[in-house]
């Protein structure tokens, strides 16, 4: 009740607290952050927010520190309190004298977090969650820690821990808008470096694979003069990924994507292979087949018994994660190739066509919605032209059955024009 009451008072615009006082608060709202009722603690939490507005810098940089203490030598059931607690004060920190103050403090404790020998998993995922959101609010205000910062995430990427790895790569993402280009390229050779290494683990290779495509996403444009290093690895990795590995499948076409629409004018020269290569994988299913000969009916119905104790269940089939991401793909380059529309109708049209009888419902989403996108960049090109890009009369009726069909399916009724 009484941390309740401070809570109220706190908020109120007009309160305000001499220097004992601020010392007084701040000790007693860190005491509640370990009370044992979760009530107690959260509205402990709940207070830092105002007070962090109401107390000079010196406080605020006191706290932090005690909270960073709690968090890497704390008994384990603190640390998940003070970890919010920390997230909360770096979030209402809204001066730079301010920031700069807490991060001279906060960068070394949260780096020797994540980088320590004896350091827990819980530990580092916690310091890579908080860096996480301290680079995407003051990465700017840190140029002098970059290169530090830099080395240390760099040699997270190869953690044994999936979620450390996981963090690590959202940290670097986060912490790319602001590097200069040298540690950019410093840090795009590592990544690719690790992605050729000979012997590396195939979760590691999917990691950085998965770091590029966070790097082109982060830094936009900047990340044009690196395809030349980064686009041959992904398509040779996507295409020699054994059957049972989609997920490095998967992340290489989604960094092509991001490549395709952060890096329109770098990534023209490679357009023809993203494109071979989206199309291919439109229909990689390796489990399922339609085509096969159809016997006679006996046959069939004897092969219903013998097959119906082991019939096949698509649970852990993840091909569709590499269909959709080459839909989002070939979706991407229509989008920023409108000058490859001719060659598009010739590849890519049949190929999506073929695909609207698509069995995964969140796959076939994605191949209308692609093909919509290809109708979209014909009205955009073709507008006020004569000679207007037309499917051909047998493709369209193949296109409303297959869309009347595929309503029906979801009991969606079609809208008359």
């Excluded at 955009?380 to 009369?393: A, F, S, Y």
């Amino acid at each position: 009740m009484a941390t309740s009451d401070l809570l109220n008072e706190l908020n109120k615009e007009g309160f305000k607290a001499d220097s004992d006082l601020e010392i007084k608060l701040s000790n007693i709202i860190l005491q509640q952050l370990d009370d044992v009722a979760g009530d107690v603690s959260g509205l402990a939490v709940k207070c830092l927010a105002p007070l962090v507005k109401k107390v000079g810098e010196p406080r605020v940089v006191e706290m932090t520190n005690k909270l960073c203490e709690k968090l890497l030598n704390g008994k384990d059931q603190h640390r998940d309190i003070a970890s919010i607690a920390l997230k909360t004060i770096i979030a209402e920190i809204s001066t730079p004298s301010l920031a700069q103050s807490v991060l001279i403090s906060l960068s070394p404790q949260l780096i020797r977090g994540i980088t320590g020998g004896g350091t827990t998993t819980e530990i580092k995922c916690e310091c890579l969650d908080i860096l996480c959101d301290v680079l995407h609010k003051f990465g700017n205000l840190m140029a002098t820690d970059h290169e530090i910062l830099l080395n240390a995430l760099l040699s997270q990427l190869n953690s044994n821990q999936a979620s450390v790895r996981k963090k690590t790569v959202s940290c670097i993402a986060s912490l790319s808008s602001s590097l200069s280009d040298d540690l950019l390229a410093k840090t795009t050779i590592e990544v690719v470096r690790n992605v050729g290494s000979k012997g590396i683990k195939s979760e590691l290779i999917r990691t950085n694979i998965q770091m590029i495509g966070a790097l082109s996403r982060a830094v936009g444009y900047r990340f044009g003069p690196h395809l030349g290093d980064t686009v041959p690895v992904l398509i040779n990795h996507c295409t020699t990924a054994s059957e049972n590995d989609e997920e490095l499948q998967e992340y290489s076409l989604q960094a092509l994507e991001s490549f395709l629409l952060r890096c329109p004018r770098d990534s023209s020269s490679y357009c023809d292979q993203i494109l071979h290569l989206a199309l291919e994988y439109l229909s990689y299913d390796p489990n399922f087949t339609d085509n096969m000969e159809e016997d006679t009916d006996d046959e069939n119905h004897e092969e219903e018994e013998d097959e119906s104790a082991n019939e096949y269940t698509d649970d852990e089939d993840a091909s569709w994660k590499v269909r959709r991401a080459a839909a989002k793909c070939l979706a991407a380059l229509i989008v920023s190739r409108p000058e490859m529309l001719c060659k598009l109708y010739e590849e890519a049209c049949p190929k999506l066509i073929d695909r609207f009888k698509e069995r995964e419902e969140n796959v076939k989403m994605d191949v209308f919605n692609t093909f919509i996108e290809l109708l979209r960049q014909t009205g955009n090109v073709t507008k006020g032209q004569t000679d207007m890009v037309e499917l051909r009369l047998t493709d369209r009726m193949e296109v409303d059955n297959c869309c009347l069909d595929w309503m029906s399916q979801l009991q969606v009724q079609p809208l008359l024009a």
